[in-house]
């Protein structure tokens, strides 16, 4: 027979695992995790492997850009610098402000926080193409965190495709750029700043030269 402790305990169990299952459930699929935001600070921890990639641009140690092959004959872009003269705090303020971007970034066409989740925004963005492209839009999730390391805070800010109901593809104004991913660090050091960006996405076109 069981005791009246067992239906407790079974009880309680019960309640621990829907109370789980409704916490994942009420989780975004854009929402942005820490273990993602950690795994992305790592590259920035140690020193940059330059297998598979390709030297684009050598400016020495104050500027680097390199690129590496990516599917349909794409690829994810890399760059590293310094800034000698803008604290890193300055730089991760700039690069996470939306409406400052509309005031000197003069092809934007529409950019705005879409919905938040905890500390995780999904956001709307779309791209004024010079002719005779279309213009693209962007629904990406968000995350920027100021993570405490060894070596100092890193200021990092990542971004990803995703999809959000209130803005389904608008075929008739833009082309929907459905894989992009984005990361920025920056890092007070003695002299400036470090500041490192991995890009990607894929406009489903190219721009003719």
């Known amino acids: 027979h069981y005791g009246r402790g067992f239906f407790v305990c079974k009880r309680k169990k019960v309640s621990v695992v829907s109370t789980m299952a409704a916490a994942s459930a009420s989780v975004p699929h854009w929402h942005i995790h820490d273990d993602h935001l950690h795994e992305t600070v790592s590259h920035f921890e140690a020193p940059l492997s330059e297998e598979g990639w390709e030297v684009l641009v050598d400016a020495g140690s104050d500027?680097?850009?390199?690129?590496?092959?990516?599917?349909?004959?794409?690829?994810?872009?890399?760059?590293?610098?310094?800034?000698?003269?803008?604290?890193?705090?300055?730089?991760?303020?700039?690069?996470?402000?939306?409406?400052?971007?509309?005031?000197?970034?003069?092809?934007?066409?529409?950019?705005?926080?879409?919905?938040?989740?905890?500390?995780?925004?999904?956001?709307?963005?779309?791209?004024?193409?010079p002719w005779p492209l279309w213009s693209r839009d962007y629904v990406y999730s968000r995350r920027s965190a100021i993570l405490s390391r060894p070596s100092g805070d890193i200021y990092v800010s990542v971004a990803k495709a995703c999809s959000h109901p209130a803005h389904p593809e608008y075929p008739k104004e833009y082309v929907r750029v459905d894989k992009y991913h984005a990361t920025?660090?920056?890092?007070?050091?003695?002299?400036?700043?470090?500041?490192?960006?991995?890009?990607?996405?894929?406009?489903?076109g190219s721009i003719p030269i």
């Open 63 to 129: 500027y680097k850009v390199w690129r590496k092959p990516a599917e349909g004959g794409l690829y994810h872009y890399r760059s590293y610098g310094i800034f000698k003269d803008i604290p890193a705090h300055v730089l991760y303020a700039v690069n996470n402000d939306l409406e400052f971007r509309k005031q000197w970034d003069e092809y934007v066409l529409k950019l705005n926080v879409v919905e938040k989740h905890e500390t995780t925004e999904c956001v709307y963005w779309a791209v004024k193409f």
């Open 184 to 204: 920025t660090m920056f890092r007070q050091i003695d002299g400036g700043t470090e500041a490192l960006l991995m890009y990607f996405d894929d406009m489903k």
